[in-house]
């Protein structure tokens, strides 16, 4: 918070503070997640494509509903952003907001990524992470946020006065457009808030401003999605490498990130289909 005069404090402040949290969603009335049909899926599953995003660069990819996909660490440790897009329409993208509010500040298996409204559907399911041990660190750190966004280069400009062309927000607006045959403009009003895969953040105890500190990942290392829905997805490979220190520069070691994208055996997804849009009239009351 800025430094402003200081308010008086009520008589009542600690009565007022003592307020009890509510956890803002009765998210036990989601619609079931589907793990266990996935899991059976996912001890069957065959290549169907792959590619590699070299360091400091973006990539597009496409995937099937009902198909998986895989990010991989190659290398040495490296973070990613990726954006998700329902294939044939763009305007449904992911939603990093209320992932939030539905999950939790950082996801894992199990944990869905929603779609912006008015579709508010999963895109994708979590299904496997190798770095479910980690947990909550001692700084209060975890892994795979949904609370920062990517580097970009406007707020590197606006703070450091330089013009840095590969953020995550540049990657994924040139992948986006080379993929879809958009010009960079048109590109860059898709490209949204992030899944921060690998990365390790979270909220200062004193200031709650949002860190990063050196990500646990290594190569072998790996988080894997079912795609609810046909997707097109983009990952950037963040310039920050293992946003131990910096980003929005080339000062730090990258590394390549590996998409694998699986398909389940026939008839092992017996009785799924994809999720239907958000039932909501959209009536706002009219
Ligand atoms: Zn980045």
């Known amino acids: 918070m800025s430094e402003t005069e200081n308010s008086p404090v009520p008589a009542d402040a600690d009565a007022r503070r003592a307020a009890k949290p509510l956890v803002c969603y009765q998210v036990d009335q989601l619609p079931p997640n589907n793990l266990e049909l996935y899991r059976q899926a996912r001890a069957d599953l065959s290549p169907v494509a792959e590619l590699?995003?070299?360091?400091?660069?973006?990539?597009?990819?496409?995937?099937a509903a009902g198909s998986f996909f895989r990010i991989h660490s190659v290398d040495g440790p490296q973070v990613g952003d990726l954006n998700l897009w329902n294939a044939a329409d763009l305007s449904e993208r992911f939603f990093s907001g209320k992932t939030r509010?539905?999950?939790a500040t950082h996801v894992s298996i199990g944990d869905r990524l929603w779609s912006s409204l008015p579709g508010l559907r999963p895109l994708a399911t979590i299904t496997h992470d190798t770095l479910d041990w980690y947990g909550w660190d001692d700084d209060g750190g975890g892994i795979h946020d949904v609370i920062g966004t990517r580097c970009d280069p406007y707020t590197n400009f606006m703070l450091q006065g330089v013009e840095y062309h590969h953020c995550c927000h540049s990657n994924l607006t040139r992948a986006l457009a080379a993929a879809r045959g958009l010009p960079l403009g048109e590109a860059e009003r898709h490209v949204h808030d992030v899944l921060n895969v690998f990365m390790c953040t979270g909220f200062t105890r004193d200031s709650h401003q949002y860190f990063?500190?050196?990500?646990?990942?290594?190569?072998?290392?790996?988080?894997?999605?079912?795609?609810?829905?046909?997707?097109?997805?983009?990952l950037s490979t963040c310039p920050g490498g293992d946003c131990g220190s910096s980003h929005s520069d080339d000062s730090t070691p990258c590394y390549p990130l590996r998409v694998e994208i699986l398909g389940p055996a026939e008839g092992s997804l017996a009785g799924w289909s994809p999720p239907p849009p958000n039932g909501y009239s959209r009536s706002h009351g009219l």
């Open 52 to 63: 590699v995003v070299p360091p400091r660069d973006g990539a597009c990819f496409e995937v």
């Open 212 to 234: 990063m500190k050196a990500s646990p990942v290594r190569p072998g290392d790996y988080i894997e999605f079912f795609a609810e829905i046909d997707l097109l997805g983009a």
């Open 101 to 103: 509010q539905l999950h």
